[in-house]
């Protein structure tokens, strides 16, 4: 069940909210391919009108999450492997700009709060893929955030999702989740350590090794 949301905040910051949260329902398969949107549910759950659920569907449906089909409704977008090859290309180039960014750019705070992180992915092995996986977007978001490009932020979480939504599909047949999150370790360390080179190139290897982990399966 969502958070209830006071509803005299502004329309923006509840759509705001309404897209976050309805986003990670499908990028986390809790809303999975095919399934449709059902959005009196949504606005019970969020504790909030329609229109910002309308809103937040809108601009799902622009990052190719949703579909809306006249006199049907709107539906999550099915998970095609044939768009792995377009979203690994675009990642292949945007993640290694990001990881380059960051270390250039943190802040010091930033650099903090990304060496708190790194220690958590150290005490917190073993868990399960869905936690391993959360754990992978909660690293991608932070080093995003240190790009301070609004544009390619959005642009970067967008192609993420998409990516994470095909791990969550193939994660029942996958196997060393574990050390593919555990990658971000050494990318951390760059970035905190301000090494733009050697984060642009373990983002690469990270993209590539995704990649080539979601091709053995088929």
């Known amino acids: 069940m969502g958070t209830q949301v006071n509803e005299s905040s502004s329309g923006t910051s509840l759509a705001d909210q ?6 990670d329902r499908l990028v986390m398969l809790d809303i999975k391919p095919g399934d449709p949107i059902n959005e009196d549910r949504l606005s019970s759950e969020l504790g909030m009108g329609r229109t910002p659920i309308r809103e937040a569907l ?6 190719r999450m949703v579909i809306a089909y006249p006199r049907r409704g709107t539906f999550a977008t099915d998970v095609h492997i044939a768009d792995l090859a377009h979203i690994s290309e675009v990642r292949r180039t945007l993640e290694p700009l990001a ?3 960051a270390a250039e750019r943190a802040t010091t705070a930033d650099r903090a709060a990304l060496a708190e992180l790194r220690s958590r992915l150290e005490n917190e092995r073993g868990e399960d893929n869905t936690e391993l996986l959360r754990a992978d977007v909660s690293v991608h978001r932070a080093i995003y955030r240190c790009v301070y490009n609004p544009f390619l932020q959005d642009t970067l979480i967008t192609y993420d999702d998409l990516a994470t939504r095909i791990w969550c599909v193939f994660i029942p047949r996958l196997s060393g989740v574990t050390g593919h999150v555990e990658e ?4 951390l360390t760059a970035i905190i350590e301000g090494d733009a ?6 983002a690469l290897e990270h993209v590539a090794g995704f990649e080539r982990a979601i091709r053995s399966l088929i």
């Open 99 to 101: 990881a380059s960014s």
């Open 18 to 23: 309404a897209y976050a949260e309805i986003r």
């Open 184 to 187: 971000h370790i050494p990318l």
């Open 58 to 63: 809108k601009r799902l449906a622009r990052d």
């Open 197 to 202: 080179d050697k984060a642009a190139e373990l």
